[in-house]
């Protein structure tokens, strides 16, 4: 099972994008859903999930920055980063987690300076 992401793209610092990462409804349902990201020369990071029952949780470097949010109707998570940053330049994998993970495609979001 794969899960379909989209939105990466070319941006200026301050800019906004969006990703979506759409699961299968029996996964998406009662999965954790969120997103890391890994940067050239970087380990990956954690950048925020949101669970079933909507607990959600941010790294600290993008608090305040990028809200995650999904639509149950759709079966589609969102990650909405704003005001990115140069150092937000990275591959973004969504994932889905229920007894074990499940991903996406990278998507690849550059931040120019």
């Known amino acids: 099972v794969q899960l379909q992401a989209s939105g990466g793209g070319l941006v200026q610092s301050g800019g906004s994008l969006r990703l979506s990462c759409a699961a299968p409804g029996n996964i998406f349902s009662t999965a954790v859903m969120g997103w890391y990201r890994q940067a050239p020369g970087k380990q990956r990071e954690l950048v925020a999930f949101?669970?079933?029952?909507?607990?959600?949780k941010y790294a600290d470097s993008v608090k305040g920055r990028f809200t995650i949010s999904k639509d149950n109707g759709k079966n589609t998570v969102y990650l909405q980063m704003n005001s990115l940053k140069p150092g937000d330049t990275a591959v973004y994998f969504c994932?889905?987690?229920?007894?074990?993970?499940?991903w996406g495609q990278g998507t690849l979001v550059t931040v120019s300076s």
């Open positions: 949101i669970s079933a029952s909507g607990i959600i």
């Open positions: 994932y889905a987690y229920r007894e074990l993970y499940y």
